[in-house]
């Protein structure tokens, strides 16, 4: 594949985010709908039932894949059998994980003392299998900078996914609706990813690939594994000491905060991989390109969590209703983790586009590790003790050992992700006292009103601190001429 020159990779970027832009666009309202219709059609415990299985699903989901997704994505030198090659062995890999989730069903229930997980367990895996054959073909389409039909395909998937739950819900189908959304979405991005991809396999070939793609994909999976572990252990202390419901106010606020986190980070990072690991030998380059791009996600999302973190009584009130009123501490105090998570995840586009998947799986066993303590710590106070834990974890121990990892190798240093980060916190502190002090006793607002004046003041005072700052005023002007490109090409085109 010939290797489009610079400006034929801006440009490739440009229309991948334009298209990512309104394929997001399209998902966020989805995922709206998805979190406010089944919070009113099903109840907590319903949501607790699913939160009870998804570490088992997320665990297998990233174990069948061997990280051979992002290795199809990075080397661009693959042949055509040594593709075969790895669907053969991923698609084997899929089958045998999905009968041991299946097998394992009693064993599930009878650890949560919930014999409704028997037959959920089973029928769970199906949609395991239906997204491991739907991978190859999306990595070979991020790989040839498709970014506009990878982009379609996750907003058909995302649509047909809701509607079909929303549907299920209304017929009385309770906690089956929630699987009903992943066995829709991911049968529709299976048969559009291997519609749109010119990937065929060829005769069934388990000849493993060579040692540096399984080392590349190892430890790129030993990461993704650490990490699930940390990530879905709150769930299953949740659970098991708390109950379902509590666990269900947990998993409402922990989806909340993952709901605008997803809908940007993952489709930009599949735009940002293949790009970054384009140009990863030209290091002035990748972190010019990495820098102006995760400081506009961040000046997206980042705002607007502190906002919805200042204002949760009133979010919960509105999206979920007053049967929900436990969710918002929970969610509130997530909220504040989210402000990290948009520059800590976009760390893992440099050390896979950069070959550090070693150093990125040591990394993840630290976090891992004091996650897990921060866990144990909270749990004697229910879920908003966990969530306490893991925000405090995040600010004091995560973070800036991340950071400095990550600044250790590679063009990226810490000082530049600290330059970044900390105008953000700096002003969300600053819209939390104004939320307290004036907006919420001092002028008798609707709770919409209320959520409304939080977001304008948060995304002022972002824009305050980040003016304040020589790069904060760089990338400001070069978001600036972004949206002026993207304007003008609306306007010709």
């Known amino acids: 594949m010939n290797e489009p020159a610079n400006g034929g990779l801006k440009s490739i970027a440009l229309r ?5 832009g309104l394929s997001q666009a399209v998902q966020m309202a989805m995922r709206l709908v998805s979190v406010v219709a089944l919070s009113r059609l099903l109840v907590p415990a319903d949501f607790g ?13 990233l174990v069948q894949g061997l ?6 994505i990075r080397h661009q030198a693959l042949a055509p059998a040594q593709l075969s090659r790895i669907f053969w062995l991923t698609s084997a890999a899929s089958l045998l994980c999905a009968a041991l989730v299946a097998a394992s069903a009693p064993a599930v229930a009878g650890f949560y003392r919930d014999p409704r997980l028997v037959w959920l367990t089973v029928a769970a895996a199906v949609p395991l299998v239906l997204s491991s054959l739907a991978s190859l073909p999306v990595g070979v389409l991020n790989r040839e900078l498709r970014f506009s039909t990878v982009a379609a395909i996750d907003a058909g998937a995302a649509v047909a996914g809701v509607l079909c739950a929303v549907i299920a819900a209304l017929l009385g189908a309770g906690y089956w609706a929630l699987l009903v959304a992943t066995f829709a979405a991911n049968a529709t991005s299976l048969l559009a990813s291997w519609c749109a991809a ?6 069934p070939d388990f000849t493993l690939p060579d040692r540096a793609l399984l080392g590349f994909g190892a430890n790129l999976s030993g990461f993704s594994l650490v990490n699930f572990f940390s990530r879905n252990l709150d769930n299953v202390l949740i659970g098991r000491v708390w109950g379902a419901v509590q666990l269900g106010f947990y998993d409402r606020a ?4 993952l709901f605008p986190l997803q809908a940007v980070m993952q489709p930009i990072g599949a735009v940002m991989l293949p790009l970054l690991s384009r140009i990863e030998t030209d290091t002035v380059q990748l972190r010019d390109v990495y820098l102006r791009t995760i400081f506009q996600v961040m000046l997206l999302i980042v705002p607007g969590m502190a906002a919805l973190a200042c204002a949760s009584d009133d979010v919960i009130a509105v ?9 918002a501490p929970i969610f509130a105090l997530l909220g504040w983790a989210g402000l990290l998570q948009p520059l800590g995840s976009s760390t893992g586009w440099l050390f896979v586009c950069q070959g550090r998947t070693r150093e990125m799986f ?13 866990f144990f710590a909270g749990l004697p106070w229910g879920a908003v003790g966990v969530a306490a834990a893991y925000t405090l974890g995040d600010y004091l121990v995560r973070s800036p050992v991340l950071y400095w990892v990550m600044g250790r190798v590679g063009p990226v240093r810490m000082r530049d992700m600290l330059v970044l980060q900390m105008p953000f916190v700096i002003a969300g502190a600053a819209t939390k006292g104004v939320h307290d002090l004036v907006l919420r006793d001092g002028l008798g607002l609707t709770r919409v009103a209320m959520i409304a004046a939080s977001v304008a003041v948060a995304y002022a005072l972002a824009l305050a601190a980040q003016a304040l700052v020589p790069a904060g005023r ?20």
Do not use: D, K, N, S
């Not at 039932?49 to 699903?57: K, Q, R």
């Not at 760089?474 to 085109?493: C, P, Q, S």
């Open 254 to 257: 922990y989806m909340l905060l």
């Open 474 to 493: 760089r990338h400001l002007a070069e978001t600036t001429e972004l949206l002026g490109r993207l304007a003008r090409r609306r306007v010709a085109g």
């Open 49 to 61: 039932l699913m939160a009870a299985l998804a570490p088992l699903i997320a665990f297998v989901a």
């Open 362 to 374: 040591r990394w993840g066993i630290y976090g891992a590790v004091t996650t897990v303590i921060g």
């Open 319 to 327: 999206l979920f209703g007053p049967a929900w009123a436990e969710t």
């Open 67 to 72: 990280g051979m997704q992002q290795a199809v």
């Open 198 to 203: 010119r990937f065929r396999p060829g005769r």
């Open 16 to 20: 991948g985010g334009v298209a990512v």
